[in-house]
């Protein structure tokens, strides 16, 4: 069955300091694979996705994430941190199933 | 603007009392979505429409319905809600069904069964 692992729940960087955030993905076949923030308070926001292509995919805010099939992995970055990427960041699959399957979640806090 | 929205945004119930949660989206999507989110579990899906009248089982569906019978809307029902149903939830939705397909969400209702 198709699942997502984010294996930190909960991670805390100072401001300034890179990021990397861990997904891994359990699918059978050619994954679609998202990156959502959830910022207090509000609805999830697509930080970027991967279908197909170059394995290195460039999001909004400054994020990219790459795809490694070797290590089922699909891993966020940002080389700088800012105060306001504090947030919660989910990692998702798209199957062929017509759903989508989420990861736990990252917490992400940010020190000044 | 384009966005989904939903109503309430917060809303506190009694056991047993049957409620509706709204969610309309204006983008003219065809696929819409329910998710439920709980600590230390994700979004799981409740149930999902790839078209009017076309409704699907998620992975969570015990205790709810929703009906598709404008494109736009995609109420969630809670017939007899009970303490487990205390979640947040998210109706989310697309240009196509498909798992390449972008989902916007809204802002979540938050929702406590007493």
């Known amino acids: 069955a198709q699942s997502v692992t984010q294996p930190d729940i909960h991670i805390t960087v100072s401001e300034g300091a890179s990021l990397e955030l861990r997904c891994n993905y359990s699918?059978?076949?050619?994954?679609?694979l998202f990156w959502y923030v959830q910022s207090p308070g509000q609805g999830l926001q697509l930080l970027l996705k991967?279908?197909?292509?170059?394995?290195l995919v460039q999001g909004i805010k400054g994020f990219e994430a790459e795809f490694k099939r070797s290590q089922s992995s699909f891993n966020l970055r940002k080389p700088s941190v800012h105060w306001s990427d504090a947030a919660e960041y989910f990692c998702?699959?798209?199957?062929?199933?017509?759903?989508?399957?989420f990861g736990a979640g990252t917490r992400l806090t940010v020190k000044p | 603007e384009a966005q989904v929205t939903q109503n309430p945004r917060y809303l506190i119930t009694v056991t047993g009392k049957k409620l509706t949660v709204t969610c309309s989206q204006n983008?003219?999507?065809?696929?819409m979505s329910w998710y439920r989110q709980d600590p230390g579990l994700g979004l799981r899906q409740i149930y999902y429409?790839?078209?009017?009248?076309?409704?699907d089982k998620g992975d969570v569906p015990e205790g709810y319905k929703v009906s598709r019978k404008e494109k736009r809307n995609f109420p969630l029902i809670l017939e007899s809600p009970s303490p487990n149903q205390t979640s947040l939830y998210f109706c989310?939705?697309?240009?196509?069904?498909?798992?390449?397909?972008?989902?916007?969400f809204g802002p979540g209702t938050r929702l406590t069964v007493l």
């Open positions: 989310a939705s697309s240009l196509w069904g498909g798992p390449n397909n972008e989902q916007f």
């Open positions: 699918y059978g076949a050619t994954p679609y």
């Open positions: 991967y279908f197909s292509g170059d394995t």
């Open positions: 998702a699959v798209g199957t062929n199933n017509n759903d989508m399957r």
């Open positions: 983008m003219n999507h065809e696929y």
């Open positions: 429409s790839m078209n009017v009248e076309v409704t």
